[in-house]
């Protein structure tokens, strides 16, 4: 998991390699992209599943709903090491079972569904 910093959204909780997808570019080359630029490591698609769909109603006013995609990604190549430190202050492997308490708590509440076999998890509606 990593920390974040330097961001408006939830900066000091613990998160997973995350992004939004570029213009023309699929959800799966959005992972890999995110996956190189945050933690440096290298995967290809057949090594990447869809786990669960997290649709996110909006935190406050102002803000929008979310589809948030979580995959799991069987295999990769490289180190994880922090790729953006302007934006991450902690890199840090956990254990489901021992989630650090300042996980975001849809992340939280996302990888649990995963754990429970669930393909879709509706948060704060």
């Not at 959204?9 to 992209?33: I, K, N, T």
């Not at 933690?39 to 709903?65: F, K, M, T, Y």
């Not at 076999?117 to 704060?124: D, K, S, V």
Request: glycine share 8%; charged share 25%; hydrophobic share 45%.
């Amino acid at each position: 998991m990593l920390r974040r910093a330097g961001t408006t959204f939830r900066s000091g909780q613990m998160s997973l390699p995350a992004g939004h997808l570029e213009g023309g570019e699929d959800a799966v080359a959005g992972l890999l992209r995110e996956l190189r630029e945050e933690v440096r490591v290298e995967a290809v698609p057949a090594d990447c599943r869809l786990a669960l769909l997290v649709h996110s109603a909006p935190e406050d006013e102002g803000d929008l709903e979310y589809l948030h995609l979580f995959f799991v990604v069987e295999r990769w190549s490289g180190k994880p090491v922090i790729g953006e430190p302007d934006k991450c202050s902690e890199l840090v492997w956990v254990t489901l079972s021992a989630l650090p308490a300042d996980v975001v708590d849809y992340v939280a509440d996302a990888l649990h569904a995963i754990e429970r076999g669930e393909p879709l998890l509706l948060h704060g509606w």
